[in-house]
Structure formats: structure tokens, C-alpha cells
């Protein structure tokens, strides 16, 4: 068996000597960290280790490192600065807090000036309302007025049915013929008695009596159509004027307003007479117009007439003019004596040519004044 003691022995000679190297590593490691007194001579006491330094300070070295420091913290590059900005910083914190003063007491002001603006607009719109509630009033007694003078227009046309049905049982009862449209000027006025020489009396031979021609719708809607659609005052009423001769009774309506007002043409009361009687047959307002205007017949002696257009086709003719009835249509085969006359107290005409003789011109003789100049009846 091997010898135990010895191994013993070796271990515990290993252990001690791990132990005095862990001590002095421990004592070295220790003086190290504390230190050793500065001081020249002094001995170095291993029981009592100190720190590094860590002897007596005297309080007048400790001051002299305050001093030190404070003037080290003074003689800093930048502390001076650092101060100056800090100042500059407080003094455009304060330009920019009051630059936001203004413009917030800015904007107050616009609010306040916009609310006043917002407040005038407000009394202008209430004024406006109250003014268009008074024309709102005004238009609603207007309304009632129109409905009253509506309702006393019926009556008034009313009484006229009556005041007409009571005309035609006259002429049923003294058995006399009704006369409408052209053919009831178809006969010659009755000449005004008076005292003065008479005119100068036809030639021996009678000219020939001309009928009224039918009436074509076709040419009424055109002309009537053309009447509407210009803009110069006489071409409307020849328009109009030959429209009314074709059977428009509408057209002979305006006519009448056209010489009652004198809009393109010599105003005269009783030419506007004479058509309104046309229209009368269909527009009611016609009658009306006729019971407005002023009674006053005709007469011869102030009788005028100016020829202003004339159309020939298919054996019919169709003649304008104005003037102030009553008339006398006279046609010629060339200037001369006349061939053919037409009675009537409008201010137009559609006739039927005879075969022969071929009468190419036309003239007017208002009442008893001389005849116009002759005029060539266009071709149409």
C-alpha cells in the first residue's frame, strides 16, 4: 500500500501555501486601492491602510480647491455667451408672444367688422322682406282689382249678347238681310247732304260693280304669321291687313288696336271702328274696344286715303291702304276713267278680277276727296 502521511502532508503543504499566496494578493490589492502616505519618511503601517489622499485635508487647501474650481467653472469658453443668448432668447420670446397679441387682437377687429357687415346685411334683408311683403300686398289687391273689372267685363259682354240678340230679332222681324264681314260694305256709303256743289259726276258709262273674293286661310295664317314675326310697325299692318281680308279675325282685332293707337300708320278712331266690328263676330274683347271708343261717324269731308300695297294672282287681287273712310276702290285696265269700283269702309280689300277687261291699276277715292295717283297692282 502506498504511503498515505505523505500524500497528507502534501496537501496540507499545498493548501497553506494557496492561502499565504491569497493573503498577499489580498494585502497588495489593498495597499493598491488605499495608498500609501504621501508624506517623505513616513513608515508604512500594513494594519491600518488608508486612502489614497485621504489624510487630513486642512480646510485651507479644500477652499483653494473650491477657489479653483469656481474660477475654472468662470474662465469656461462659452459662459458668457451662453448667458447673452439665454437674454436674446427671454427678449424674442417676448416679440413673438406680443407679434401673437397683435395678431390675434387683428383678427378680433376683422370678426368684429365681418359681424357688422353680417348685422347690416341683416336689416337690408329684413327691409327687403317688408318690401316684398308690401308688393306682395299690393299685387294681391291688384289681383282683386283685375278679378272685379274681370267680372264687370262678363257683364258688360253680357249685356252686349243681349243688347246684339235683340238686334238680329229686329232684323228677323223687318225681314232684312244680316250683312257680316266684307260684304257688308260691299254697297256704297250714303252721300252727307250739304249745300255745296256736288262732285263731278261719273262718266255715262257705270263702271262695273267687283265682289268680295272668298277668303283663304292659308294666305290668313301666313300673313298672320308674318305679322308677328317683324319688327317694322307698317309692315305689320299690312300683314295683319291682309290676313283680317282672308277671314283672321284676330289679325282684324290688332288692326284695330293699330289704327285706335296710330302705330305705323294715321291714327283714326273710325277706321279702328270698323275693324273691331270685323273682329267682333269671334273676339270678344273687340266688342269691348267698341264700347270704349268715342262715338263719332264718319265724315266724308276729311276723308283721306294713301295706297300701300297691292298683289294679283289666280283672278284675285288683295289691295291696303290707309286712310279715313269711306272708301271707293277704283280699277283701270291703264290710267284713265275707271273700268270697276269696290265700296268699302276697311282699309283693305280682296276682290275677284272679271276675265275682261284685264284691270292692271288702282286707286283710291276717300269720301269725297279727289282719288289718289293710279297704281300698278303687283303680280304676286
Do not use: C
Amino acid at each position: 500500500m502506498p504511503p498515505r502521511p505523505r500524500r497528507r502532508g502534501r496537501r496540507l503543504l499545498a493548501a497553506s501555501t494557496g492561502a499565504g499566496l491569497g493573503l498577499a494578493a489580498v494585502f497588495v490589492g489593498g495597499a493598491l486601492i488605499v495608498g500609501l502616505p504621501s508624506g517623505p519618511g513616513t513608515a508604512i503601517d500594513a494594519t491600518s491602510p488608508r486612502l489614497a489622499g485621504a489624510g487630513a485635508v486642512p480646510e485651507s487647501r479644500r477652499a483653494a480647491r473650491l477657489s479653483d474650481r469656481s474660477q475654472a467653472a468662470e474662465t469656461v469658453p462659452g459662459a458668457e455667451s451662453a448667458e447673452t443668448n439665454s437674454t436674446e432668447t427671454g427678449a424674442a420670446a417676448e416679440r413673438l408672444a406680443r407679434t401673437r397679441i397683435e395678431a390675434a387682437e387683428t383678427r378680433l377687429a376683422d370678426t368684429l367688422s365681418e359681424l357688422d357687415r353680417l348685422a347690416a346685411r341683416l336689416r337690408d334683408a329684413t327691409q327687403e322682406t317688408g318690401a316684398a311683403e308690401a308688393r306682395r300686398d299690393a299685387a294681391r289687391d291688384a289681383a282683386k282689382r283685375a278679378e272685379a273689372d274681370f267680372a264687370q267685363l262678363q257683364d258688360r259682354i253680357a249685356e252686349a249678347e243681349l243688347r246684339l240678340d235683340a238686334l238680329d230679332r229686329r232684323l228677323d222681324e223687318g225681314d232684312a238681310d244680316r250683312l257680316t264681314g266684307l260684304q257688308a260694305t260691299a254697297a256704297p256709303p250714303a252721300p252727307k247732304p250739304r249745300s255745296d256743289p256736288a262732285p263731278a259726276p261719273l262718266p255715262a258709262t257705270s263702271p262695273l260693280e267687283l265682289d268680295a273674293a272668298s277668303a283663304d286661310p292659308r294666305v290668313a295664317q301666313r300673313q298672320y304669321r308674318h305679322a308677328l314675326g317683324s319688327t317694322d310697325p307698317l309692315d305689320i299692318a299690312i300683314a295683319y291687313s291682309r290676313a283680317a281680308v282672308n277671314g283672321q279675325s284676330r289679325a282684324a282685332y290688332y288692326l284695330g288696336q293699330i289704327y285706335e293707337v296710330g302705330d305705323g300708320v294715321e291714327r283714326d278712331i273710325d277706321t279702328a271702328r270698323q275693324w273691331y266690328r270685323i273682329a267682333a263676330a269671334e273676339v270678344a274683347a273687340a266688342q269691348v274696344r267698341l264700347e270704349d271708343l268715342p262715338e263719332a261717324p264718319a265724315d266724308p269731308d276729311r276723308a283721306t286715303a294713301r295706297p300701300l300695297a297691292s298683289s294679283r294672282s289666280d283672278g284675285v287681287i288683295e289691295l291696303v291702304w290707309q286712310g279715313s273712310g269711306p272708301f271707293v276702290v277704283e280699277l283701270a285696265a291703264e290710267p284713265g276713267p275707271p273700268a270697276a269700283r269696290f265700296a268699302t269702309a276697311l282699309t283693305a280689300a280682296r276682290l275677284t278680277l272679271p276675265a275682261h277687261p284685264s284691270l292692271l291699276w288702282w286707286r283710291i277715292r276717300a269720301g269725297r276727296s279727289a282719288p289718289t295717283d293710279w297704281q300698278r297692282i303687283d303680280p304676286r
